[in-house]
């Protein structure tokens, strides 16, 4: 389930994409084409674990996949261009680099959906003080919409590396 805010603000609507969170993220090109249930980030997958593909040489490749015996496949919240927003956030479960950590979308729009090369940026912020241990809500203010929750505040308007 892709969970989308969006609202109207004086000059237009503001979308902010959350996404299922991710079991692992590449530290590595995969080759999507064999796949196979692989060792990444220090994590031997299972079949049907959502994985973060972020450093792929082909940038058009990058995206959430399907672990699978065989190719994997995008997953079902990332499969079409109309499903992927700039500024997307993917919250990593799991693993020795990537584990509890939030990544975002830095591609900027248009976006189409294996021809565009998608970015992944890591945010400073641990993943599992935002979205496990907080309450997070829009709150509207002078015309524009401001999210009141201090982390989620602080992962929009933190320093990206």
């Known amino acids: 389930m892709k969970i989308r805010f969006s609202t109207q603000v004086k000059t237009g609507s503001f979308d902010l ?7 692992a993220a590449s530290t590595a090109d995969i080759d999507l084409t064999t796949g196979g249930l692989l060792t990444i980030d220090g994590l031997t997958l299972v079949a049907d674990d959502r994985v973060l593909v ?8 990058n995206g959430i996949y399907l672990a699978k015996t065989t190719a994997w496949v995008r997953a079902d919240d990332f499969d079409e261009s109309s499903e992927i927003v700039s500024g997307a956030i993917i919250s990593v ?12 979308l830095a591609t900027n729009p248009p976006i189409t959906l294996a021809t565009t090369s998608l970015s992944f940026i890591k945010t400073t912020v641990n993943a599992s003080d935002v979205l496990f241990k907080s309450k997070c809500h829009l709150v509207p203010s002078m015309g524009q919409m401001l999210l009141s929750h201090w982390p989620i505040r602080r992962i929009l ?3 990206l590396h």
């Open 54 to 61: 972020k450093d792929q040489t082909v940038g058009s490749e």
């Open 157 to 159: 308007s933190s320093p």
């Open 93 to 104: 479960q799991e693993g020795t680099t990537n584990g509890d950590i939030l990544f975002v």
């Open 17 to 23: 994409g959350l996404h299922k969170p991710a079991r």
